[in-house]
């Protein structure tokens, strides 16, 4: 299509900053567009993007902290560097729109496009708008939001910008199929699959180890631990199948699940709606995190599609007394699809070719 725009993408830090894009930015290139992305240093993130054959260019970048540390100074110095640095790249590539996943390293490439009067759209996955976002929506045209109870954690002024369209999330995952899953697997019966993210989450590893006896007895438990031993647990029960890392077939897996037990950062949990999966959340919570993922875990507890738990023996109660409930799952099932059902890729593609036609 000669009259498809090109488009730059920013973003990054976590896959939940990054696979979102991901899915809008492979829908545009299906109809024609020329998509890139700019964003940080971290091999994580070129791996991410250039595995979906989008073109990547990394520029410096420093952390945004809403506390005194003596690495503000110098991070403010990268911030810079990276407004520079993604500028040029913005001159010589000429998008006609940036789209903002959010992530620290998006804030230079906003700032950016917005002194070359190149549109800004910046979407917020989560409950509650992170600082990128609400520093990204001063040079924005459209903030775009998951959940229709965000526009009120926005300024008055801001509001008009607003659009509410749901997290994207990328196709494979609502077309992925159970027996696939299944067969990978070598699984029959009802799967708890246990997520904690790309790294694992080691408050749900421990409370899955020290329960294992007790999980195993309902379900054949799969579990993404992150970066631990997985060959000194992997013979602990024929129904415990341990992976450091589940890659493509994740989407696969995750149909075939009956429960999905794990923390609640938005890309997992938007994954899980999409293909109405009832789940069982841990939130990380405390003083390291700005309580995201609690205000994430109680919306979809408030919908009906989660229950939220927070300490090891609740976790592993609810987790039984689902797998002898199959009405409440259904009924988790039918909640967490309702709210997958708001597909954002869709609806962002069209304000995206709605904006450049």
């Not at 809403?66 to 040029?88: E, H, M, P, W």
């Not at 999905?260 to 939130?283: F, N, Y």
């Amino acid at each position: 299509m000669s009259d498809c725009p090109k488009i730059a993408f920013a973003g990054g830090g976590t896959g939940g900053h990054i696979y979102p894009g991901v899915a809008v930015a492979a829908r545009l290139k299906e109809k024609g567009c020329s998509v890139f992305w700019i964003g940080s240093k971290r091999e994580m993130d070129r791996r991410i993007v250039e595995g979906a054959d989008v073109q990547f260019f990394a520029i410096p970048s420093g952390k945004l902290r809403r506390y005194f540390s003596l690495q503000n100074f110098t991070d403010v110095f990268r911030i810079i560097v990276g407004f520079f640095a993604a500028r040029k790249i913005l001159k010589k590539e000429k998008p006609t729109l940036l789209f903002s996943k959010g992530g620290f390293v998006s804030v230079p490439p906003a700032i950016a496009a917005f002194s070359l009067k190149i549109p800004v759209f910046t979407h917020e996955s989560d409950f509650s708008p992170g600082l990128a976002t609400k520093i990204n929506s001063f040079f924005s045209e459209k903030i775009l939001v998951s959940y229709g109870e965000t526009v009120s954690k926005f300024k008055l002024r801001m509001r008009k910008k607003i659009v509410i369209t749901g997290n994207p999330v990328r196709q494979i995952f609502r077309s992925a199929d159970a027996e696939s899953g299944r067969r990978f697997l070598g699984v029959e019966g009802s799967i708890l699959l246990v997520l904690g993210g790309s790294q694992g989450a080691r408050e749900i590893n421990n409370i899955v180890m020290d329960n294992l006896d007790a999980l195993t007895r309902f379900y054949t438990v799969i579990h993404q631990t992150g970066a631990v031993n997985v060959e000194e647990t992997r013979n602990l029960s024929p129904r415990y199948k341990p992976f450091q890392y589940i890659g493509e077939e994740m989407p696969h897996i995750l149909a075939a699940a009956t429960l999905v037990l794990g923390r609640s950062g938005a890309g997992t949990i938007w994954e899980c709606a999409a293909m109405g999966k009832p789940m069982l959340l841990v939130p990380l919570r405390g003083s390291g995190t700005r309580g995201d993922q609690v205000e994430n875990a109680r919306f979809f507890e408030r919908a009906g599609a989660a229950m939220v738990q927070t300490d090891a023996k609740s976790v592993i109660q609810t987790a039984v007394s689902l797998a002898e409930d199959e009405s409440k799952l259904r009924a988790m099932s039918d909640a967490a699809a309702k709210i997958g059902a708001l597909d954002g890729t869709e609806e962002i593609v069209r304000m995206i070719l709605f904006k450049n036609h």
